[in-house]
């Protein structure tokens, strides 16, 4: 049976040459040590996920524009929405640590934490 030639583009210049494929596939230098084996790789061990930190909140009035909280928790955030007359009086943010910035609650959102106005002592 005949030998197997391929063109080896990874030479020194402009060109390329035919050359047999065992000469490709067998680098110089890349024969194996006897009895020298590496030792298996093990998984990296799972990073433990750190506790998430409470959500942070802040209410501003709407006629107003004055922040009435800011870096709040949701307990603090509904004793202070008792206060409120409507929901649409005020917009409520809440801090994306992994943004970092602030983000407007939707009004579902805000109706959510509107719902538990009263309930909390």
């Given at each position: 049976m005949g030998k197997v030639w391929i063109l080896d583009t990874e030479?020194?210049?402009t060109g390329a040459n035919m050359v047999p494929l065992d000469r490709v596939l067998r680098k110089p230098g890349s024969d194996a040590v006897e009895r020298f084996r590496l030792p298996a790789l093990k998984p990296?061990?799972?990073a433990p996920e750190a506790p998430r930190a409470p959500r942070r909140f802040k209410?501003?009035?709407v006629l107003t524009r004055e922040v009435l909280t800011d870096g709040t928790d949701a307990r603090a955030t509904v004793a202070l929405l008792q206060g409120v007359r409507s929901i649409v009086d005020v917009t409520i943010w809440v801090w994306q640590p992994e943004e970092e910035?602030?983000?407007l609650l939707s009004l579902e959102e805000a109706r959510a934490l509107?719902?538990?106005r009263g309930r909390v002592p």
């Amino acid at each position: 049976m005949g030998k197997v030639w391929i063109l080896d583009t990874e030479t020194k210049g402009t060109g390329a040459n035919m050359v047999p494929l065992d000469r490709v596939l067998r680098k110089p230098g890349s024969d194996a040590v006897e009895r020298f084996r590496l030792p298996a790789l093990k998984p990296p061990a799972p990073a433990p996920e750190a506790p998430r930190a409470p959500r942070r909140f802040k209410v501003v009035d709407v006629l107003t524009r004055e922040v009435l909280t800011d870096g709040t928790d949701a307990r603090a955030t509904v004793a202070l929405l008792q206060g409120v007359r409507s929901i649409v009086d005020v917009t409520i943010w809440v801090w994306q640590p992994e943004e970092e910035q602030w983000r407007l609650l939707s009004l579902e959102e805000a109706r959510a934490l509107w719902d538990y106005r009263g309930r909390v002592p």
